[in-house]
């Protein structure tokens, strides 16, 4: 009987062993967001591309908008802070939308109860900006390392990193920041 169980404890040794040694080698090979993860965020660096779909079904590139200055805020419906900001972000937007600047709200969707919460709280808010659907957290958390809810970052139209307000951003402080960008 012993010998029975030791045979069995080795052969599962063996079989842990290869299915270790399986799975390790399928990780070898990063994502390109993962790959990002190591960037560090500063000011003056660049900012890490992406391309998410937005509410509509179409994908929106970070890489698309160069030339453009962008604020790009991350948030979820259940964030208190965020619906406090989010009138704010659509008065800057609506008053600014033709001025070479553009809001990306990048949504935490893999915190969301439903999917369907997100165009539940645009149309509440009577949101116009395009809204991105971060459904892995792939951008929010491996690319730009948002650990708080909201964060902004701002991005000149070369694509620089130029400020991060951690927190519930104002009309008055998107103005400011931006007049401040090239």
């Known amino acids: 009987m012993t010998r029975i169980i030791a045979s069995i404890f080795i052969i599962g040794l063996v079989v842990y062993g290869v299915i270790t040694s399986y799975l390790d080698s399928k990780e070898a090979e990063p994502f390109p967001a993962q790959a990002a993860s ?3 965020l500063t000011k003056g660096g660049v900012a890490p591309l ?4 937005n509410l509509q079904g179409e994908q929106v590139s970070l890489q698309e ?3 453009t200055k962008v604020i790009l805020n991350f948030w979820a419906t259940w ?3 965020c619906k406090e900001e989010m009138p704010e972000m659509q008065k800057f937007y609506e008053e600014n939308k033709d001025n070479d600047v553009i809001v990306l709200a990048v949504n935490a969707t893999q915190t969301e109860i439903r999917a369907s919460d997100v165009q539940d709280f645009v149309n509440e808010y009577e949101l116009t900006f395009p809204i991105l659907l971060d459904e892995e957290g792939i951008v929010n958390t491996d690319m ?3 650990v708080t809810l909201p964060t902004t970052f701002f991005i000149d139209s070369n694509g620089i990193m130029q400020q991060q307000v ?3 951003i104002t009309y008055e402080q998107m103005k400011s920041i931006t007049e401040s960008l090239d």
Not at 50 to 53: I, Y
């Open 79 to 81: 964030c208190p802070p």
């Open 166 to 168: 951690l927190g519930s």
């Open 65 to 67: 908008l160069k030339g």
């Open 144 to 146: 730009y390392h948002v």
């Open 50 to 53: 992406f391309s998410l779909t």
């Open 38 to 40: 190591d960037m560090v």
